[in-house]
């Protein structure tokens, strides 16, 4: 049995890679951990715990940060739509909220199986920051991360230069990163290009004619339109799915590196930037392993399995 932790912002794309992990058979989500990124942290909870009930599960979800660090929250309703569900607009989930904070709740599953824990990041990293710096000891006690977030050294989405994910809460990003958790960085950039699902892929999976399948294809309508209509990149990305994938199997990865990487707080312009020295010029150590390339067809075959 693997014991997954999932920290989600969750959202349309969140949704979908939460689901993926609740049914592989073989990965017990000790819990899910909410922050404020997409959508306002209350309602990212109601999302995330009307995904589990979707599942049949039971998997407990804690509401962490309401918002950054030093910033102020900028929502993305605009791309994942007014519930951030694409306008599916989801009951009130029967199971509440747990009642302690996502913080506490994460270090005490991390210190309760050290080295056992795999950590997926879907959203800004507060609540992450949050608990290092309350329990830095747990850094070393997960046994890998894998974060959706950053773009390495290639444009972003939020802005020219930055990710969503980063971009929110930079500062937490910048603790995140010097943290010393072992992780993998998987920019937005692998949901992009063949990544993405076209028209044909998306009628294929609404052809399985499963609850999954179509869960996750409705809660997207609003991303494939702004897709379509904002980003004239038509067709369905789903860059938290991409980086759950690999979670769940590595061997997805073709290419990766080990890298000095750090985050861009300070500008305005370039805020949460990822700066990969691939050179090596700083002379820095080594803190994070970026993904490079992945392998598309079983990146999709692996969204395909759990939704089918
Ligand atoms: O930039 C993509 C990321 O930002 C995804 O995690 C998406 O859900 C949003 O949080
Ligand atoms: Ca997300």
């Known amino acids: 049995m693997r014991r997954f932790w999932i920290d989600t912002d969750t959202a349309s794309d969140d949704a979908v890679a939460i689901l993926m992990a609740l049914r592989t058979s073989d990965v017990h989500v000790e819990g899910i951990s909410v922050a404020a990124g997409n959508v306002p942290v209350e309602m990212g909870a109601r999302n995330a715990r009307y995904t589990v009930e979707v599942c049949g599960k039971e998997t407990p979800v ?16 605009f791309f994942h739509g007014p519930d951030g569900m694409g306008g599916t607009n989801p009951l009130e989930p029967k199971r509440p909220v747990q009642e302690k904070h996502a913080v506490p709740a994460f270090i005490e599953a991390v210190r309760k199986y050290p080295g056992e824990i795999t950590l997926v990041t879907l959203g800004p990293l507060t609540n992450m920051a949050l608990a290092f ?13 894998y974060v959706m977030g950053g773009a390495a050294n290639t444009l972003g989405n939020i802005t020219p230069s930055a990710e969503f994910n980063i971009w929110f809460d930079p500062d937490a990003a910048r603790m995140f990163f010097h943290s010393g958790i072992p992780f993998m960085m998987v920019g937005w950039e692998h949901c992009r290009g063949k990544a993405n699902f076209d028209e044909a892929e998306i ?15 409705d809660i997207n309508a609003t991303a494939i339109a702004i897709n379509r209509d904002m980003y004239s990149e038509p067709g369905l990305s789903l860059p938290d799915p991409v980086t ?8 997805i990865v073709t290419r990766s590196g080990k890298y000095y990487v750090d985050v861009e707080t300070n500008s305005e312009l370039t805020r949460g930037a990822t700066i990969v020295d691939e050179l090596g010029v700083t002379q820095k150590m080594a803190n994070a392993e970026v993904c490079w390339s992945i392998d598309i067809a079983r990146w999709k075959e692996a969204l395909y399995k759990t939704i089918r």
Do not use: N, W
């Not at 329990?135 to 890998?144: E, R, V, W």
């Not at 009628?203 to 294809?217: E, G, N, P």
């Open 62 to 77: 804690y509401v962490g940060a309401d918002k950054p660090l030093l910033r102020e929250p900028h929502f993305a309703y």
């Open 133 to 145: 710096a309350q329990a830095p000891d747990i850094a070393k006690k997960i046994k890998m991360c």
């Open 244 to 251: 759950m994938a690999i979670a769940l199997d590595p061997s």
């Open 203 to 217: 009628q294929s999976i609404l052809d399985m004619q499963t609850t999954y399948a179509k869960f996750s294809i």
